[in-house]
């Protein structure tokens, strides 16, 4: 029977539009988190799949946290239209506005962390049931041990200790009132996976994932942008360089790569000769060893 | 590129978080910040050497105690092949991590300690690696620069493992290596010190065993998991049923009798929006549209009249028990079995198994944490369902608790 073969990338495709189908029947209103991001375009472009020719029956939510890079906005509402799919934008600026959460202060200041509120709010806003994640395990050592169905608490909250088990293809979703699940379709996908399947598949991309000139400084170790929300300081000086961003988060804590690499094939042979994680250009990891467990803990995706 | 999802098992110190650091080192799958960031964590905490193990405990609480609590995956790719593997961590709450591991596995590896030998643990590891229908082992004999690299050794192990492992049915091949996880003998790079071995290294072997062919692409089963309705202009009479499907082929054309209704039609199309397929086997997902309108949702099954699963109430299953929670008597559950949810209740706990024995202990009724043994059980409607052996995803199930919504069992059907 081995004319059945299956690539790698077919077994992952099938998981996960198994995975979101779930999340659909198990779920009275899931949303997708939509970033922006490789992943969740990815995660987006397989929701499509898998309700095709139907709609996707649930909405793409977007945390605005204000500082993006143009690029990314422009290609979100372009992104949104080609799936045929609802946006719902949860702003972090609004947070701030409303005082729900206070804008941290100083050079290394970012919106990162709010993000976590104004999520947590919009879920309550609009009563989600379920999020789904473009969240990979083989991103972060926490996420390592993330499950396809993860439980939060009335307070969003993970436990990582007190996981359910999960076996076969079975998952469950069960909760009690005011708890929901946060579900990562793409947990087995790694970073190389992410970028074969969107060559195979011809999923436009945000241009910034590719090699363009930049005004870029460096800060502990990374290249950041500058934009209208980062700025050098004085002793810190930015120079025009041929960069590109391996991972898109918010603009004050997205590391750049110098790069030439202008289309996909060659994307994919820098990261496979890659010697540093992707996450090695995020400085939100780099606050502490366990920086992603912790914020994963109080509700962060 | 095909894909080898893979379990680990070992006990405490047999160098399982070591074999795995090699692994992933010696493929170049450890990147710099990340082996920076684990120098850096072992100076702190004064270890001798950089623990590889810091690669595989991830959580804070697993890294104050030094233990692994949580099944955690790992992801590595050669030019041949991607692997995804299940590490399951040696003490804590053993049963439960190694059987949630097992389940997606297509091989084991069974880390034996060259100097003690087959151990109680070895059994049960290779007796749960069985039972979840691994049907490749690897026994990789650790630490053999620690007895001299003995052959005469190395054998010795391989015959005790072979007395007992003749009685695990499911197992269809046994590979046996001797390897120095610490030093890389063998894992990656052929050892010098073994001249007298000629077989594989791991990594060779884990490139280059056959696992093709273990879904069942014989007895067609299509659980139906969501109705796609698109009401659109264009689509407007369309009704396609979503699933992955879990056994068998399913072309255009194809008669199947959907269950439990028992109407028959035919598979119209199989649709993708790259338009239509010629077929769909096992694991694929797709969305199958039939001839006749029939009423047909989620849990119900579509299959072929020629080789249909068996329909019933009462199931008989091996079970894992899960929970802190010791199951009560007769106690009711939420059973999920494919696509289907329903209630069900415990008739009867016919034996448990002492799994370092083997032994069966009857005259038993409850069950507590990790606890294995069979039962039987009866559902509040009728299953759609294969043995566990013949096929793994219509063969298995899990138990929820009502009350607390907790996964507390894993089931196989016998």
Known sequence: ?301 | MDLLRFTTAGSVDDGKSTLIGRLLYDSKSIFEDQLEAMEESSRRRGDANVNLALLTDGLKAEREQGITIDVAYRYFATPKRKFIIADTPGHIQYTRNMVTGASTANLAIILIDARKGVIEQTKRHCFIANLLRIQHLVVAVNKMDLVGFSEAGYHRIIEEFREFASRLDNIVEIVFIPISALNGDNVVEKSANMGWYEGPTLLYHLENVYVAGEENHVEARFPVQWVVRPMSDEWHDFRGYAGRVAGGVFKPGDAVTVLPSGFTTRVKAIHSPKGELSEAFAPQSVCLTLTDEIDISRGDMLVKANNPPQVGQDIEAMVCWFSPRAMPPRAKFILRHTTQETKAVVQQVRYHVDINTLHKIEDVDGFAMNDIGRVCLRAAVPLFYDSYRRNRQTGSFILIDPATNETVAAGMIV
């Open chain 1, 1 to 301: 029977m081995s004319n059945y073969r299956f690539s790698h990338l077919d077994q992952l495709e099938a998981e996960a539009i198994f995975v979101l189908r779930e999340a659909a029947a198990q779920f009275e209103k899931p949303a997708l988190l939509f970033s922006g991001g490789k992943d969740s375009i990815v995660m987006a472009w397989l929701a499509r799949k898998a309700f095709w020719p139907a709609r996707m029956p649930f909405p793409l939510v977007h945390v605005d946290t204000g500082h993006n890079f143009a690029e990314t906005m422009a290609y979100r509402d372009e992104f949104v239209v080609l799936l045929a799919a609802r946006l719902i934008v949860g702003s972090v600026q609004e947070s701030i506005d409303r005082g729900r959460v206070v804008e941290e202060t100083g050079p290394g200041a970012s919106r990162n962390k709010l993000q976590t509120v104004t999520l947590l709010d919009t879920i309550e806003q609009h009563q989600y049931d379920a999020c789904l994640g473009g969240g990979r395990r083989d991103e972060e050592k926490a996420r390592a041990k993330e499950r396809f169905f993860s439980h939060r608490d009335d307070f969003g909250q993970w436990d990582p200790k007190n996981q359910r088990p999960e076996l076969w293809n079975l998952f469950n979703g069960r909760k009690n009132p005011g708890e929901h699940f946060r579900i990562f379709p793409l947990s087995n996908f790694t970073e190389m996976d992410i970028w074969m399947y969107m060559k195979r598949e011809e999923i436009p991309l945000p241009s910034i994932y590719f090699a363009h000139n930049r005004e870029v400084f460096q800060r502990n170790g990374m290249l950041l942008a500058v934009t209208e929300f980062l700025k050098p300081q004085s002793h810190e000086t930015a120079a025009s360089r041929v960069v590109r961003f391996r991972t898109i988060g918010d603009a004050t804590c997205t590391g750049a790569v110098e790069s030439t690499a202008s289309n996909l094939d060659e994307v994919i042979a820098e990261v496979a000769a890659a010697r540093q994680t992707e996450r090695g250009t995020r400085s939100d990891d780099k606050r502490s060893e366990t920086a992603m467990e912790d914020r994963k803990k109080e509700g962060y995706f």
